[in-house]
C-alpha cells in the first residue's frame, strides 16, 4: 500500500514514540522522512506479522497487542498500519 497524507499526518502527531527528537515539522517534511526510510502501510497487524517474517525477524509468537504496542507501528485512523523503520 502507497504511503498517503493520513501517513505523514498520522507520524508527524506520534514521531516522539519512535524518535526523542522531532524529525519532521510539516506533512511534506514527514512524507520525505517515511520515503527515505521506507516506511510501509499494511491492512493488519498479521500482515506486519508475515513482513516481519519475511525479514528475518522472529514475530511469529508475537501477538497482536505486542505488534501493535511496537514503536514502530503506528495505527491509521483508518484501521491501517504504518510500519517506520528508522
Not at 24 to 53: G, H, N, P
Not at 72 to 84: A, I, Q, T
Amino acid at each position: 500500500m502507497e504511503l498517503d497524507l493520513m501517513c505523514a499526518e498520522t507520524f508527524l502527531r506520534d514521531q516522539k514514540k519512535l524518535v526523542p527528537y522531532p524529525v519532521a515539522e510539516t506533512a511534506e517534511e514527514a512524507m520525505e522522512f517515511l520515503e527515505d526510510c521506507m516506511a510501509q502501510v499494511f491492512k493488519s497487524l498479521s500482515e506486519i506479522r508475515d513482513y516481519w517474517e519475511e525479514m528475518g525477524m522472529d514475530a511469529a509468537d508475537m501477538t497482536d497487542q505486542e505488534i501493535a504496542e511496537s514503536l514502530e507501528v503506528f495505527p491509521l485512523p483508518d484501521g491501517r498500519y504504518l510500519v517506520v523503520e528508522a
